[in-house]
């Protein structure tokens, strides 16, 4: 009987764990379902033209391939992306500072600056939108990247 009702309890906590929304934090910070709904409103206004409406990127038939200028385009920020693969510190010093100040033009179009348009917490909630696209594996492996690049 013991055993039965433990099993019950076990059961019942995964059906919570399964159904429940990802928690998603930006530099430890959580945000809930209506910071995220801004930060969706917000990637469409400032980024959904380039990386796409769903995180898609600008070129999603080749997204990681160089164009005919030898360029690549932006990148998707979706599961098929590798923006996961960089910590929060980054993502947010790659929108407030632009590409230009860590990528080579001569690779790939540029990602503006967006320092002058947008606060730091704007920047946070779009990141925190984009981690809406990611899947709960991606989401912890760049939470751990994130805690690794705090911890330098
Ligand atoms: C004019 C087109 C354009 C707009 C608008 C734009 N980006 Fe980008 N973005 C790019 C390009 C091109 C790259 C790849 C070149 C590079 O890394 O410098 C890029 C790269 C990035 C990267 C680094 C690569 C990655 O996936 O980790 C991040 C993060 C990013 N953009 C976030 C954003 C966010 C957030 C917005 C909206 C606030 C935005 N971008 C708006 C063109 C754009």
Redesign the pocket.
Known sequence: MRITAWLAVVAVTLLAACTSEPEIRVRGERFNDEQLALGEQ??IQ??A???GVNGEG?FPNAPLQPDATGR??????NAT???W??GDG??IR??LE???S??D?AN?????A?GDQ?SETD?MT??AY?KTMWTDEQRTRQQQVTEAEASE
Not at 72 to 77: F, R, V, W
Not at 108 to 112: A, I, K, L, S, V
């Open positions: 917000l990637y400032n980024c033209a380039c990386h600008q690549l385009g932006a990148p998707p920020h992306g590798h923006t693969h960089h980054l993502l790659y929108v632009g590409g230009v860590l990528t033009p790939f179009y540029p990602m503006p967006f947008l920047i779009i990141i984009i």
